[in-house]
């Protein structure tokens, strides 16, 4: 069983950045393939940027790309997102996931963590 615990989200200003963090433990591997998804209020879940378990490949979706930066180190078993140029449509509960392949689809996603709340003010 792989255990993930997110941490970083908090309150900040629109224009402002942060740095998420997952955590891995448990069946521990850097053989997993790392995802962020986030989930609006009211809304569906959606794709926010996927990482290779080597780190030389990684999707983002259109809303973020430029902004956000997916990013991991294999030797602390954790993966990063850094969001920069924060606007208030990106106020959301952000998931990190792990999957055996690289995908955008969270439906290929095996492990989740708890999410953490990221609230952006205009």
């Known amino acids: 069983q792989v255990h993930l615990v997110e941490s970083g989200g908090r309150l900040v200003q629109a224009g402002g950045s942060l740095r998420l963090s997952c955590a891995q433990s448990?069946?521990?591997?850097?053989?997993?393939?790392m995802g962020w998804f986030r989930q609006p209020p009211g809304k569906e879940r959606e794709f926010v940027a996927a990482?290779?378990?080597?780190?030389?490949?990684?999707y983002y979706a259109d809303s973020v790309k430029g902004r956000f930066t997916i990013s991991r180190d294999n030797a602390k078993n954790t993966a990063y997102l850094q969001m920069n140029s924060l606007k208030p449509e990106d106020t959301a509960v952000y998931y990190c996931?792990?999957?055996?392949?690289?995908?955008?689809?969270?439906?290929?996603?095996?492990?989740w963590g708890q999410g953490t709340q990221v609230t952006v003010s205009s």
């Open positions: 996931a792990a999957s055996f392949f690289l995908s955008r689809d969270y439906q290929n996603y095996a492990y």
């Open positions: 448990g069946r521990v591997s850097s053989n997993y393939a």
């Open positions: 990482i290779s378990w080597s780190g030389a490949n990684t």
